[in-house]
């Protein structure tokens, strides 16, 4: 049994070990005859004595493309990268446009923010004014012109137009005059 064991276990190094090692050599082999623009099976170090070549009849010389990348090929490449080029500015500039828009967007969110609280804080105080207002609604025309009487002009404008026709009629014909007059031009 331990004799089939190391059997195994030599058949696994084989297959795990040596199988991959030999697709690997001859992968790097591949590659670096492509990579060196050589034909796939060439014979990298053949090498010609003197004499033959002074025996060899002179050949016209031709280009031969080894690569396999003619030139019509190599002006698309050329027209491809600049085409990339060309979309990476652009995606470069619609990136800080977007940028420039988001900075945009928060300021309008302040904004409007900022707008949402004066419009709170407007309506407490339109809210408040009303309050006092229906407090002078509820007392009688002499007591409300007496009370006006220490307010300055704006203010008692500002009351009475909360109030009814009536009530302002009441108000300021119990009021002083001169001041009834004032309030009676900020009411215009």
């Known amino acids: 049994m331990a004799k089939e064991n190391n059997k195994r ?19 790097g082999i591949v590659v670096m005859n492509y990579a060196m623009d050589r034909p796939l099976l060439s014979v990298p170090f053949l090498q010609v004595s003197d004499d033959e070549k002074a025996e060899a009849p002179k050949k016209t010389e031709t280009q031969v493309n080894v690569t396999g990348i003619d030139s019509d090929a190599a002006n698309r490449l050329k027209a491809a990268n600049s085409e990339i080029e060309k979309l990476r500015n652009e995606n470069v500039e619609l990136t800080n446009e977007v940028k420039a828009r988001q900075e945009e967007i928060t300021d ?4 409007r923010d900022r ?6 804080a ?3 105080e339109e809210e408040s004014s009303s309050d006092v207002a229906s407090v002078y609604e509820e007392m009688s025309a002499k007591q409300a012109a007496a009370i006006m009487g220490e307010l300055e002009s704006p203010q008692v404008a500002e009351l009475l137009k909360e109030l009814s026709p009536k009530q302002q009629a009441d108000i300021l014909g119990r009021m ?3 001041q009834a007059a004032v309030v009676t031009q900020l009411l215009q």
């Open 9 to 27: 276990g030599k058949q696994m190094i084989v297959a795990l070990v040596l199988i991959p090692a030999i697709f690997i050599l001859v992968g």
């Open 108 to 111: 309008l969110i302040r904004e």
């Open 115 to 120: 707008l949402v609280s004066e419009l709170e």
């Open 122 to 124: 407007a309506s407490k």
């Open 176 to 178: 002083n005059a001169q």
